[in-house]
């Protein structure tokens, strides 16, 4: 929750992890090298207070993210963007079997995501049933340019893709967080291209397509399709860091998007771990679109538009109400140790949390 | 044993090799050494290259087909187009910033451009000419218009599509917001590129995104 002159802020991170890129779990050679080019992303758009250790990064814990996300970073729910990487990561990278200890120790702040792979074709069909069947799964975070087999990518708009989309809409998973357009090393670009996104949402106008880093850089390609498919979110994940160190290439992005989509489509999401949300909301709220910025593209970036962007856009597209929903929130565990540590500052004990191995 | 010997090559990679029979080696002097190859690998692309596939002017994908995801000259199309928008983008900033209207825009000429050293000016409602920018800006722009192949005669609209139509006032505005978009574009894409190369030759995590990328500041 943040709170701006008196009133309360609703807000959703609606991409994030909880990761475990430690040695142990890494295969050669790119579990290295993929976490190396996270780190780099991490250390180049992070300010100087928000930079952690390379150790801390490659395995960080449950109890850090909880501090990080609900202590000291404002989310009151958080999207658990499963990614699997089984060819980089023994255990994969934050799979849902992984991300839903998380999700069962604290129901009301999470939404677990799962996925699938259309390259697993018929086998895969069942196994997604499963998944579905097995556990809370809100939405879908979708990973084109995974590696599988020798694949380097699969497409939304590949005929078994539509069949895994068909079974989207038969069991009412309507939210699809789809990765494109930034690419990490060691994973082909083109594979992350946004093109595919304007077949599958056209084809499913009853499912949502949330374009995860809004293509970028290449923000022209992902404004043409988002404008015209009615059904087309922006994720700003990726987008919303740069606000530090190039704040008028945010300024930029952002009255672009608020002028070909509007600010009924937009969700921020931190991309927890690569960057903490924390500095990445603060600056938000503090934020406004230089003068000639304004004028040019003729939109404004309110405080109303900032609280759909922060909350109110993702609660909507997840059938969340956010003020029944905070009542939820203060009962919780972490809303009785938030409640407290506000009371009495100076008395408060960290919140206690046991690692989430313990409780897999 | 036999042996694979070239005894002379040119340009055109004529090649006198044959194959023959001689004698096994023998080390007859202290700086000699006898190396036993255990496996020799060969690349296919540089077979292409040998035939001259590239220099006949065979297409890329077919040159390079384990390689290539597809034909460079649709990509070189695309990267010229989106460089016509970038570059008029900002002919457009700064034509609307010394004071013309949609009106002058429209109704400009390319022979209407003219140049005081580094400096572009143009009229602007019939008045004297004002300055537009440096010269720069506005030649990188005819370059693009020349490239696509688009009329650059003196007598010829300034600012068109990329069906060389002109653009009318009621058409202007929707299509600055279009180049303005593919021009931020290009910049980021750009100033990625220049950070990732520069983290790659440094190795410094620290290098990313940040190179000196004024346009962004």
Known sequence: MYTHNGQDIFVVDGHM???????????????????????????????ADAKWPYEKFCQYGEAALIDDLFIQGYVDVGILNS?????????????HHQNNALKAKYPERFLLNGSFD???????????????????????????????????????????????????????????????????????????DVHDVDDAATDFPA?????????????????????????????????????????????EIMANLLFWLGPDKLL???????????????????????????????????????????????ARLYGIDPAVHREKLRRDVLGVHLATATADPAGAEAFPVASVQEHA | MKAARLYAYDEHMQVDLTLEMVPEPTITAADEVIVRDGAAGLCRTDLHIIEKAVNAGIPFAEAFAAEGGGDLATLRETFLRKGFLSRQARLLRRLKDAGLTAADICALRIGDLSFAGDTCLAPCAGRQPVE??????????????????????????????????????????????????????????????????????????????????????
């Open chain 1, 17 to 47: 992890h909880l990761w475990d890129a430690s040695p142990e779990n890494q295969l050669p050679p790119h579990g290295k090298n993929w976490i190396d080019c996270f780190y780099a992303y991490h250390s180049g758009l992070s300010p």
């Open chain 1, 83 to 95: 990614t699997y990487l089984y060819e980089f990561y023994k255990n994969g990278f934050n799979s």
């Open chain 1, 118 to 192: 259309p390259r697993a074709e018929e086998a895969g069909l069942e196994e997604f049933r499963h998944m579905v069947e097995q556990y809370p799964i809100a939405g879908l975070k979708l990973y084109t340019a995974e590696w599988r087999q020798g694949s380097k990518g699969w497409r939304l708009n590949d005929p078994w893709a539509y069949r895994y989309f068909e079974l989207c809409q038969e069991l009412g998973i309507t939210n699809i967080h789809v990765h494109k357009g930034p690419t990490v090393y060691p994973l082909s670009r083109d594979a992350f």
């Open chain 1, 207 to 251: 499912l949502n397509f949330i374009v995860e880093h809004v293509g970028l850089p290449r923000l022209d390609d992902f404004c043409w399709i988002a404008t015209q498919e009615k059904n087309v979110y922006a994720g700003l994940a990726v987008a919303m860091p740069f606000i530090h160190p190039r704040p008028r290439y945010f300024a």
């Open chain 1, 268 to 314: 921020f999401g931190s991309d927890y771990a690569i960057w903490t949300p924390k500095w990445q909301i603060e600056k938000l709220m503090a934020f406004e679109l230089p003068d000639d910025i304004r004028q040019e593209y003729g939109v404004e970036l309110t405080l109303e538009t900032k609280r759909k962007i922060l909350g109110e856009n993702a």
């Open chain 2, 132 to 217: 537009v920018g440096p010269a720069d800006t506005a030649h990188r722009y005819l370059q693009r218009r020349a490239d696509l192949g688009l009329d650059g005669s003196p007598t010829g609209p300034l600012i068109t599509d990329l069906q060389d139509q002109p653009l009318t006032v009621e058409r202007l505005e929707a299509h600055v917001t279009r180049a303005r978009t593919v021009r931020l574009s290009l910049e980021a894409n750009g100033a990625l590129c220049r950070a990732v190369l520069a983290a790659r030759q440094t190795q410094a995590h620290d290098m990313w995104f940040l190179g000196p990328i004024k346009s962004f500041q």
